[in-house]
């Protein structure tokens, strides 16, 4: 294996990114090499979607929220950093319990009366006062950076994972010609 290639950054690079199209002399096992890594960076891709999905979900649920607002103190019947149970009553006097709880639930205790924002048209959208999907960027594009740092890495372990396999190979095929002749 040539050592002087490993510490060329370029070389490092130009094996981890993933070529799109075949080389017309490649072998089967560039073709698969070239397969993994266009499957992670496919995956890494898909994580980042999912986490501007998040966002945007998070900013529709506001949206609708403020479109139709209704506000009431509600009781935090258990807590948690990603589901917090309430309940709460509307001005005309009907209880809610909303079943996926209420949005942004961070620092939240059981027992606590605190003021919620809700859809009026459906009650079981409901975020705590004053927070919105601002809330939401920080732990989607941790996901998303966390997410491309794996790739990175797996991308990384592919083309040195490649390069030893090349290297083994062309080893046994010096060896292989060196017999036959």
Not at 11 to 21: E, F, G, K, Q
Not at 130 to 158: E, F, H, K, Q, Y
């Amino acid at each position: 294996m040539n050592v002087g290639k490993l510490r060329n950054p370029i070389a490092v690079v130009r094996t981890m990114i993933p070529n799109l199209s075949a080389e017309p002399n490649g072998s089967r096992t560039q073709r698969v090499f070239r397969r993994i890594r266009i499957a992670i960076v496919v995956v890494a891709c898909l994580v980042t979607l999912q986490s501007v999905l998040m966002v945007l979900g998070a900013w529709r649920n506001d949206r609708q929220i403020e479109r139709h607002m209704g506000v009431a103190e509600a009781e935090v019947l258990s807590a948690g950093p990603r589901r917090s149970t309430i309940e709460f009553v509307t001005p005309d006097r009907v209880t809610y319990r909303p079943e996926l709880g209420v949005l942004y639930p961070s620092e939240l205790e059981a027992g606590m009366r605190i003021y919620v924002e809700y859809d009026r048209n459906d009650p079981d959208l409901v975020r705590v006062q004053d927070r919105n999907a601002a809330l939401a960027i920080i732990p989607a594009g941790s996901i998303a950076v966390v997410g491309w740092v794996i790739a990175g890495m797996a991308l990384a372990a592919t083309g040195l994972a490649q390069r030893r396999i090349e290297a083994v190979q062309s080893t046994q095929g010096d060896t292989r010609a060196g017999k036959c002749e």
